[in-house]
């Protein structure tokens, strides 16, 4: 796909997300990879109203070389695409439920309460769902914290903040982003109810057979 097609995506993309509630506000911001660097939404921008031009375009070593001025998050999407070199976009959204179970109170705050309730989160999320420490916003230490989790995990909640993901397509990615929202919503329907959890052989075979 050509860099003005990406481009043209990202804003579809990002209004979509925008229209169905998984971002208000300037809350959010993707990352696609380029063969020559990485487009960026601009910061302080709303994913509802992006335009083709003015994303940012940054070089391979991160340096801002067009359009706007790219999200101050960069270094969160700098984490993921370096560490997990397969992957072609970063999505992270502050979205309701995804966000909720990101502020919750575990017994192991490294993983989140996520249950294995159906095949496509398997599919599209991963088996486990780490949770990264709170962070002030910009902190750089939440690059490393990043880092140290991405290399094995597609997905990632930011403690008390929200939801990273990639995929190896922007598509893949923000399709990824919604089954991971959908998934908490349905972690949260479901709490006070019994359910029948995917089983590990389940899991097994679902990560064996689709990767
Ligand atoms: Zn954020």
């Not at 070593?61 to 072609?88: C, S, Y």
Request: aromatic share 6%; net charge negative.
């Amino acid at each position: 796909m050509s860099e003005n097609e990406l481009r043209e995506m990202l804003v579809m993309l990002g209004k979509s997300l925008f229209e169905r509630g998984y971002s208000v506000g300037t809350a959010g911001n993707i990352s696609v990879r380029l063969d020559d660097g990485f487009l960026m939404t601009p910061t302080n921008s709303s994913l509802g109203r992006l335009d083709a031009d003015s994303i940012s375009k940054l070089d391979r070593n991160w340096n801002h070389i067009g359009g706007d001025k790219p999200t101050k998050e960069v270094f969160l999407h700098r984490a993921m695409l370096e560490t997990r070199p397969q992957e072609g976009a970063v999505v992270h959204l502050h979205s309701t439920y995804a966000t909720a179970m990101s502020c919750l109170t575990t017994q192991d705050q490294r993983q989140a309460p996520m249950p294995a309730l159906t095949p496509y989160f398997i599919m599209r999320v991963g088996r486990a769902l780490p949770v990264v420490p709170y962070f002030r916003p910009g902190d750089p230490g939440m690059e490393e914290s990043i880092r140290s989790v991405a290399s094995t995990h597609r997905a990632l909640l930011l403690a008390n903040h929200g939801p990273v993901i990639a995929g190896a397509t922007l598509e893949s990615a923000v399709n990824a982003a919604e089954e991971l929202e959908e998934s908490a919503r349905l972690a949260f329907v479901l709490k006070d109810h019994p359910v029948n959890e995917l089983s590990e052989d389940d899991i097994n075979d679902l990560l064996e057979t689709f990767g």
